[in-house]
C-alpha cells in the first residue's frame, strides 16, 4: 500500500470518527436517552437481556446492533447513544469510501457537518441504519455499470434493507425501478430484463412472504399505515419543516443546511430539465419523490421521514457537478471550512429543545411509584380504611399515557404503558392513565365529586386515575359539548384511540 493510499484510508477513518465523537457529544448533553422513540428500543433491548425475547417481537437489525453496544459499555443509555453516533461515523464513512458518482467525496463532508444527521439520527437510529444500507445497495447498483460488481451485491443488500427498515427497504425497490427504467437502453437486452422482471416478482414476492412470520418486517397489513398520505392542498418540505419545526429549536447551521441542500436540489433539477441528462439521475428522481408536494404533511407522517431523508442524500445526488476554483487546494480548503463548522454545528441538537422532558417524565414516574406503594401499605394494614381497595391498592396491569412517557414508564418499572387504549378485556382496577394537559378543576368536575380522591396530581398538569373514571369524565364532556377540554382530552397527549390492525401484528 503506497503513502497516497495510506493518507486516503487515514483520512476516511479520521472522519468517520469525528462524525462519531461529535454525535457523542451532542447525545450525552442529556443524562436520558435522546429523541421520542428512545425508550421503546431500549425497552425492547432491556426485554430481550432480561427474559430473552422481545417486549414487541420484530425482526429488525437495530437491535442486535444497539444490544452489542450494550455490552460493550454495560448501560442501557450509554450504550444507545454510543450505538447511535456510532451510525453516523459510518454514514460519513460510507460516502467517503463508497463515493457516488465520478468519485464525488463531498457528501461525506457536509455530512460531518450536518446538523440534520446528528438530529435524525438521535430520533430515528432504525432509519439511520435503513439509510446506510440504502446507500450501499444504491452504490453497488450503480456500479454494474461498469460491471466491477455482480448483481450478487446488490440482491444482498437488499436483503439487508428488508431486515434494515420499511421505508428504506421500499425506496430501495423504487430506486431499483427508476435505475433500470433510466438505463434500459444503456446495457440492458430485451431478454435479461424479462429474466430481471421475473426474478424480481418472484422476490418481492419472497419478501412479504417472509413479513408474514418475521414480525416487525413488511406485511400487507402494512398498508394501513398508506392511508390518507396523499392530500389535495400541495405543500413545500423545507418550509414546512421549518414551520412546523418553529424557526426558533434550528439553529443557524441546520437553516444553512436546509437552504443550502434545497437550492442545490433545486438547481440540479433545472438543469436536468434544461439539458436532459444527469449523471446522477435515479438519485436525483428519487430525491424528488421524497419532497412529492402531495404527500400529507405531518410530524408522524410520511411526507416528515421521507425530508428528513431528502436533506442526507441531496448531497450523494448532486455534488458531482461542483468544480471548486482552485483545484485541490480549494478543495482543502472548503473541507477545512466543514470540519470547522463541524465543532458548532453539533450543537445544533439541544435535548431541551428537540427531546421530550425526560426529568419531567422522571418525576412523575417516581411519583406514581410512591402513589402505588403508598396506597398498597394502607390497604394492607387498614383495607376498611378505603372505599373500593380494588381501584386504588391493585398495582395496576397497564398504563395509559402518551408516547415517550409510556415507554419511559415501561422501561423504568417493568410495569406496561402504551399510547393507545387496550382491544383486549382487562380488569377496570388494573386500568390506570396519566392524563395530561387538562386542569384539574375541569377534570374533578367531569369526573364528579365521588371521584375526587380517585385523581392524583402528579404535578406539571399531569394527573394519576383509573381509566373508567377517565372514560365518565369523557362521557360528560361529550355530553355537555365541552370543546376545550375534549381538544386536550383526545389529542396525542390523551391516547383516545385503540391500536390500529398493522400495529396489533406486532403484538407480542
Known sequence: MNNRNVSFLLTGLALAALSALLRFWAFSQTPFANGWDSYFYLVQLKSLEETGRMHSPEASLIYPYLRLFYWLTGDYVTGMKTGVAMLCGFWVAALYFFPPYHGARWPAGIALFSPQLTYFAAQYPKNLLGLLLLWLFIWSVDQQKSRRLVWVAPAVLLVLNYFGHRMTFGLALLYLVVYLAVHLRTFISADILKKALIAGAAVLGLFFLAGQFLPGLAHVADMGRLQGIISAMPQFAPWSFMQTFDFQRISACWLFEIGAVTALFLW????????KNHPALPL??????????????????????????????????????IRVPGGEIGVVCCYLLLLGGSFFSWKSYQPALHDPDYGQFQRITERVQQYFNGVSALHAKSPGRLERPGDLASRPELVIAHNALAEFYTFTTGTDAMPWLPEYAIDSSRLWRIAAGVRLPTLQYFAKKENDLKIKDLGGKYYLLPEYVWQQALARARAEQDSDFLEIAESWRNPWKMRPGWLLRKKG
Open 268 to 275: 440540479n433539477m433545472f438543469v436536468f430539465f434544461r439539458q
Open 284 to 321: 436525483l428522481l428519487l430525491c424528488a419523490v421524497l419532497i412529492f408536494p402531495f404527500l400529507e404533511w405531518s410530524t408522524t407522517g410520511l411526507a416528515w421521514r421521507f425530508w428528513m431523508v431528502f436533506i442526507l442524500l441531496v448531497p450523494v445526488a448532486c455534488l458531482s457537478r
